[in-house]
């Protein structure tokens, strides 16, 4: 009875998934990009895995699924943490083999330190290293005022940037996080930001150095920067991000960590045991939210002449992926051509919230199996038999949903 019922269910919600698909779409919902990773909605209510920390966040970076948060939009002070947005400002605004010189107000700088001194050269992508492994403030200054301009010409650079992310929860005074009034960001925010930024090659690489030495014209020896991110010797898979301390802010981490091709990133803000709990929020993640592969780059739509344009991979829950359902949404149904294909996008649902989009080019003709056999019906461009091609829909659906 048992079996019964469940191939019932699955029945069911194979034919929902079917009555999901739309080919009566205008021209102006026609192909577009995949979402950006990290700006995609969190499905339901996320978890709540209760730590120390006063705000905590976990996300999968692939998909930018929030799959833990308690207190996640809490606005708060973030210390060095601050200093994932000054590199990730740096590198896409900066040149990394520039030569900087470090002013006297670089030089200066109160609280952690690389020792700079003033009218010291060295280049962009070394006070990078320093920014990240060592948490240099006066890196951080050299840095923002090279790129900038100014401090305050910089942070209005690293405020456009959280404003394209969707980091409603913050504003950025200052590149270094030194505590400051209208200084702020939330765990939530802050997950988005890695996030995105773990995304970048130069960013990743900077973020998972063990040690970097680096040219030191002040003396015979190297600069020598050893990483305070211990995750990244007491965690297995351990790739990044940033720690973080202020008297005001107190013990701040990011931490990301990567296994089987999925990778994580945990916030804590204001957590005296952020260690601990970096490692139950990833523990937590991989074992709970592995991620899956949904649909993969060239893969030919069934029913359509498709082809999808990238890999669509996202973190399920035991159970989840039973309720997934996917929209096709071509150009105008009544532009397309059979025998040479139309473009348009994919779009992954889970329950009633949209989880992602797969774009859709034109599959070529000798590979389209959507299109009918006979050479006649493709000349005139006239669909294939429907029943055929509802069945072929039905069998590619549920490859995708019962996998």
């Known amino acids: 009875m048992r079996h019964t019922v469940n191939r019932l269910l699955r029945t069911t919600l ?30 339901g209510s996320p978890a709540v895995l209760h730590t120390q920390a006063v705000a905590s966040s976990l996300m999968d970076v692939a998909s930018g699924r929030l799959l833990s948060q308690e207190n996640g939009d809490k606005e708060l002070r973030i210390a060095s943490l601050t200093k994932i ?23 200066g700088k109160e609280g952690s330190s690389l020792y700079l001194k003033a009218g010291e050269k060295i280049k962009l992508v070394d006070l990078l290293y320093g920014l990240m492994l060592r948490s240099g403030n006066d890196a951080a200054t050299a840095i923002a005022e090279h790129v900038g301009g100014s401090v305050e010409g910089f942070a209005y650079l690293m405020n456009l940037k959280a404003e394209e992310l969707g980091m ?37 690489s900077i973020v998972r150095t063990k040690v970097k030495t680096a040219p030191n014209p ?13 995750m990244l010797l007491q965690y297995e898979g351990a790739d990044g991000v940033k720690t973080g301390y202020t008297k005001k802010a107190l013990r701040c981490l990011v931490s990301s960590a990567t296994r089987n091709g999925q990778q994580l990133v945990a ?36 029913g359509y002449p498709f082809v999808t344009v990238n890999d669509f991979r996202y973190p399920f829950a035991d159970g989840e992926r039973e309720k997934l359902r996917l929209r096709i949404v071509p ?44 050479p006649e019906a493709k000349a005139n461009g006239s669909p294939p038999d429907e029943q055929a091609r509802m069945k072929s829909i039905l069998a590619w659906i549920k490859s995708k949903v019962f996998p």
């Open 85 to 107: 947005m000054t590199a990730i400002v740096a590198i896409e605004n900066g040149k990394l083999d520039e030569v900087v010189t470090v002013s006297p107000r670089a030089a």
């Open 267 to 302: 916030v804590t803000l204001n957590d005296r045991n952020d260690w601990q709990d970096h490692r139950r929020l990833l523990d937590y993640g991989f074992e709970k939210y592995p991620l899956e592969t949904v649909i993969k780059k060239g893969e030919t739509v069934a």
């Open 14 to 43: 194979l034919l929902a998934a079917v009555l999901a698909i739309s080919t009566e779409l205008s021209t102006a919902e026609a192909a577009v990009p995949p979402s950006g990773p990290a700006s995609l909605p969190a499905v």
């Open 331 to 374: 150009i105008a149904s009544d532009s397309i051509d059979y025998a040479f294909g139309a473009r348009g996008k994919l779009a992954l649902r889970l329950g009633d919230q949209e989880i992602g989009t797969v774009g859709l080019a034109a599959a070529p003709s000798s590979s389209n199996d959507s299109a009918p056999n006979n």
């Open 218 to 230: 002040n003396e015979k020896w190297e600069y020598k920067w050893i990483n305070k991110n211990k």
């Open 168 to 204: 409603e929860h913050s504003r950025f005074a200052n590149p270094s996080g030194l505590d400051q009034e209208g200084h702020y960001s939330s765990a939530n925010d802050l997950a988005r930001l890695a996030s995105y930024a773990l995304h970048n090659d130069t960013f990743r």
